[in-house]
């Protein structure tokens, strides 16, 4: 079946402008989860969709930074007035269950702030 | 505190040799973890699931899991030069985030 699809899979922006990346989950998945990579780093978590409850949104690094899921599908992060240090791979994950469900990981957006 | 410990490498393993990737972690609670593994320039894959104390096989792969000594462990036998990546160790501590460990970068050596 399809996996986690992201869209753009790459995205070259200018310092200030606004960027929205997509995020399409497994069919089926109830949760929903982005992260952060920055060259050579490790995963940093930035928000968490559950269903119909509040998202989790104790990884999002400033207030420049939002998410929404609509219908309980597809999801978007958006990152306003963008920041050379916002630079990174955006990974989106799904998985079938929370507590202990395994994610499957989408190809990520590449995101170049000039 | 880092709630997952991963040495970051890198690892240089000869090609046909076992490769053992460890990873130690500071909450007792934890149940369930996982192996991933990345490529450069490539999103994180599943590897394995482990979910209780012992042994888990998958083809070359086996996960090993201690809760008593807090640390989980993936082996890979007859190593090929294909499984260089960096190996992600993670894990749920509590709540419903998954925590990942900085990786190991392993390396093949043909």
């Known amino acids: 079946g399809a996996g986690v699809s992201q869209s753009p899979s790459n995205k070259v922006t200018e310092k200030g402008k606004d960027v929205e990346l997509r995020c399409d989950p497994i069919s089926g998945h109830t949760a929903l989860y982005w992260y952060r990579q920055s060259l050579g780093q490790g995963l940093e978590f930035l928000i968490y969709f559950q269903g119909n409850s509040a998202p989790d949104k104790s990884g999002l690094p400033s207030d420049r930074f939002s998410a929404e899921r609509t219908g309980g599908s597809v999801s978007t992060l958006t990152i306003q007035r963008t920041q050379q240090e916002d630079s990174a791979v955006y990974l989106c994950?799904?998985?079938?269950?929370?507590?202990?469900?395994?994610?499957?990981f989408g190809p990520g957006t590449r995101l170049l702030v000039l | 505190q880092k709630e997952v410990e991963q040495n970051s490498g890198p690892l240089s393993v000869p090609e046909g040799a076992i490769a053992s990737l460890n990873c130690t972690y500071s909450d007792r609670g934890s149940q369930s973890f996982f192996w991933y593994r990345q490529y450069s320039g490539k999103s994180p894959e599943l590897i394995m699931s482990i979910y209780s104390n012992g042994d888990k096989e998958d083809g070359r792969f086996t996960a090993q899991l201690n809760k008593a000594s807090q640390y989980v462990s993936l082996l890979i036998r007859d190593s090929q030069p294909s499984d260089s990546a960096t190996y992600l160790c993670?894990?749920?501590?509590?709540?419903?985030?998954?925590?990942f460990g900085t990786g190991t970068r392993l390396t093949i050596i043909p």
């Open positions: 993670a894990g749920y501590f509590g709540n419903e985030k998954l925590t």
């Open positions: 994950a799904s998985s079938l269950a929370d507590r202990g469900g395994t994610q499957y």
